[in-house]
């Protein structure tokens, strides 16, 4: 069987229309783990798919470090609430960058967050990137890997956001980083 067609790029003016429009939340109650990005990018506003550019590297690390049977598309997200995962944002307001989300906003999006991880009660929450964890939380030397503080009850993790702008983190590391969290999900008998 083929791959489906790749989505085509949303126009010039698809994108500019997107700023500061939000992407809903791919949540449910009890989930394994609750991946929290930093904010949507345009892409994904325009396709209403949270990491919607069908070349972030989310859905090639999810796929290699075991939390999706093969590399999912965007539009295949809604496939990982049966799965057991969910997507949120720390700032629901897409963007052209991350960047252009500042830190009081970030500070300011904390306690709403913690309020939906309290309720949603997942088995962890994986924050996906660094600098906003660190800000929002007041914790300038966490580091990546598992958390010595929950959010809201859940165990916390810190995982590279992958984001082809992360130059920093190549797809091996990000699969090794993000499959230390799958394996602590459903450890070896």
């Given at each position: 069987?083929?791959?489906?067609?790749?989505?085509?790029?949303?126009?010039?003016?698809?994108?500019?229309?997107?700023?500061?429009?939000?992407?809903?939340?791919?949540?449910?109650?009890?989930?394994?783990?609750?991946f929290v990005?930093?904010?949507?990018?345009?892409?994904?506003?325009?396709?209403?798919?949270?990491?919607?550019?069908?070349?972030?590297?989310l859905w090639?690390?999810?796929?290699?470090?075991?939390?999706?049977?093969?590399?999912?598309?965007?539009?295949?997200?809604?496939?990982?609430?049966?799965?057991?995962?969910?997507?949120?944002?720390?700032?629901?307001?897409?963007?052209?960058?991350?960047?252009?989300?500042?830190?009081?906003?970030?500070?300011?999006?904390?306690?709403?967050?913690?309020?939906?991880?309290?309720?949603?009660?997942?088995?962890?929450?994986?924050?996906?990137?660094?600098?906003?964890?660190?800000?929002?939380?007041?914790?300038?030397?966490?580091?990546?890997?598992?958390?010595?503080?929950?959010?809201?009850?859940?165990?916390?993790?810190?995982?590279?956001?992958?984001?082809?702008?992360?130059?920093?983190?190549?797809?091996?590391?990000?699969?090794?980083?993000?499959?230390?969290?799958?394996?602590?999900?459903?450890?070896?008998?």
């Open positions: 069987m083929p791959p489906p067609p790749r989505p085509r790029r949303p126009s010039d003016e698809q994108l500019s229309a997107a700023y500061g429009k939000p992407v809903g939340d791919l949540v449910e109650p009890g989930l394994k783990a609750l990005g930093i904010n949507p990018s345009l892409w994904s506003a325009v396709s209403g798919h949270h990491f919607g550019n069908p070349n972030n590297r090639p690390t999810l796929h290699a470090a075991g939390f999706t049977p093969r590399r999912f598309l965007p539009s295949d997200a809604p496939e990982l609430l049966a799965l057991g995962y969910g997507i949120v944002n720390f700032v629901n307001r897409a963007t052209a960058t991350a960047a252009e989300i500042g830190d009081d906003e970030l500070r300011a999006a904390a306690p709403a967050l913690v309020g939906k991880i309290g309720r949603l009660r997942p088995r962890a929450v994986a924050f996906l990137g660094l600098t906003a964890y660190r800000t929002a939380f007041g914790r300038p030397r966490a580091a990546v890997g598992p958390q010595p503080e929950p959010v809201a009850g859940a165990p916390a993790w810190l995982l590279p956001n992958p984001s082809g702008l992360n130059a920093h983190y190549q797809l091996p590391d990000l699969a090794r980083l993000y499959g230390e969290l799958r394996a602590s999900l459903d450890p070896a008998p």
